[in-house]
Each structure stands twice: as structure tokens, then as C-alpha cells.
């Protein structure tokens, strides 16, 4: 017998989960993390009376910064200066996580492209065509892997 989380006899109901609240990363340095989900994938940087209360201390030392994206999922990121991946080689998965995909117009998707060119961001793949879509896979400044993704045309 296979169980699941959403059984209805064990654990949570189909439809309980609504959606993703938030994710977190941890960062090694957190200026140019910022600059990274702000300047370069334009993320909005949560400030004052957005930034949820139970940060706002964490916020006001430095220790934590938010984003929301366009869809209003919070990005945390929390400063870890000695972070360091076990791997120096970014193409080493060093997570249980494999990636963070941004969807974006595909109207706009080669433009995207062009910004993390111009800025040098680590280019891991791409840009691919797939019957899904297009994409282009990229690192952080803290070798976690992202994707910006667009549906056909």
C-alpha cells in the first residue's frame, strides 16, 4: 500500500497545500546577492512595513534580505559568510535542491539572455528549446543554480 501526503486517510487532503510561501537560500555574500536578484533578475527587495515582522530584526542586522517576485512568492535570503559549497566546481550539485526556475514571456526571453551576458553571470547551459518551452540555466553569485524559462510561442 503506498501512502502519500495527501491521502486522505494519513496526512493532508488533496487541495490542503495551496501553494509555495516562500524559499530561502543561504548566501555568502549578501551586497552582491542583492545586487543579483535585484538589479539583474529585477526582483522587488521587500522594505519597511513589507518585510514580514517576525524578520524585521534579522532584517535591520543584515542577517536576512527579501525579495518578492512577480507572482508574490517571498525569496529569504539569510547571510552565511562561511557558507562554502563542498565542491568548488559550480556544477557539482551540493544540495538537495536542483533549481529555482523564473517564468518569463517569451516575448522577453532573449532579452534575458542578453542581461545575463552583459552582466557575466555563469552561464551553466543554454538557451535550450524543448517542446516546453525555452530556457537558459545560470548561477547565483552562490553557485545555485537557476533557470529563466518561457513557454513556446
Given at each position: 500500500m503506498t501512502v502519500s501526503l495527501f491521502s486522505e486517510t494519513i496526512g493532508l487532503k488533496d487541495g490542503y497545500l495551496r501553494s509555495v510561501h516562500h524559499i530561502a537560500l543561504n548566501v555568502k555574500n549578501m551586497d552582491a546577492s542583492r545586487y543579483f536578484y535585484s538589479q539583474i533578475l529585477g526582483l522587488h527587495e521587500l522594505t519597511g512595513e513589507e518585510?514580514?515582522?517576525?524578520?524585521?530584526?534579522?532584517v535591520e542586522q543584515g542577517k536576512v534580505t527579501n525579495f518578492a517576485t512577480p507572482d508574490g512568492i517571498i525569496l529569504d535570503l539569510f547571510w552565511e559568510p562561511e557558507?562554502?559549497?563542498?565542491?568548488l566546481d559550480p556544477q557539482q550539485q551540493?544540495?538537495?535542491?536542483?533549481?529555482?526556475?523564473?517564468?518569463?514571456?517569451?516575448?522577453l526571453f532573449d532579452q534575458a539572455v542578453e542581461v545575463l551576458k552583459n552582466q557575466n553571470v555563469m552561464i551553466d547551459h543554454g538557451p535550450v528549446t524543448r517542446p516546453t518551452g525555452r530556457g537558459i540555466y545560470f548561477y547565483d553569485p552562490d553557485g545555485f543554480l537557476l533557470e529563466i524559462r518561457c513557454d513556446p510561442i
Open positions: 518585510i514580514p515582522t517576525t524578520l524585521k530584526q534579522l557558507l562554502s559549497p563542498p565542491d551540493f544540495t538537495r535542491a536542483n533549481h529555482l526556475a523564473f517564468d518569463i514571456d517569451p516575448n
